[in-house]
């Protein structure tokens, strides 16, 4: 079954250093999300993606993050200048269509640690 | 905005006993989805509700969505360890909005 992969599993990080958080989508899905999940609390929603625009976007997705899609493949996630705060899971997640009838296909996520 | 809220947020019980869920919304919701996250895993989906009153089962596990499409809930029977996780309920609109979910601990 297609799955959506995510590189690195895990990700160490200075307070203040970029980092790029990397998803290859299900590769004929359409609508690209990420969220993000601190530890033990409930999985928040970032950014939608389609058309090679951002959708829609969070609260939380303020001027720090930015998405990307390079190249047919992937998508990506970056997040400048990080705060301790910014720890946490984050996962990408895709799906065939958006709307009411699609479910979302999520990542094994990227666990970002900021020290 | 959409508000989900989840009821409980974790739930203890033995092995063998049913467990259940409830979801419910501020406002009518479209449809809904449940997904499971097992412990250091990623959301899963399980199923989606979009009819009022509509009922759907997957082995021992059944969904329900009010008749006013306000509320939902996951009932488990005869719960196995194999249950144990995290179940969200979801407002599926153009993004899906989580609630803080119901972590399920299984006692042997």
Partial sequence: EPEVTQTPSHQVTQMGQEVILRCVPISNHLYF???????????????SFYNNEISEKSEIFDDQFSVERPDGSNFTLKIRST????????FCASSSQTGRNSPLHFGNGTRLTVT | GQQVMQIPQYQHVQEGEDFTTYCNSSTTLSNIQWYKQRPGGHPVFL?????????KKQK????????AKKNSSLHITATQTTDVGTYFCADRDDKI????????????
């Fill in chain 1, 33 to 47: 999300y990420w969220y993000r999940q601190i530890l033990g609390q409930k999985v928040e929603f970032l950014v």
């Fill in chain 1, 83 to 90: 705060k301790l705060e910014d720890s946490a899971m984050y």
């Fill in chain 2, 47 to 55: 199923i989606q509700l979009v009819k009022s009153g509509e009922v």
């Fill in chain 2, 60 to 67: 021992r596990l059944t969904f329900q969505f009010g008749e």
């Fill in chain 2, 97 to 108: 909005i989580f609630g803080k979910g119901t972590r399920l601990h299984i006692l042997p």
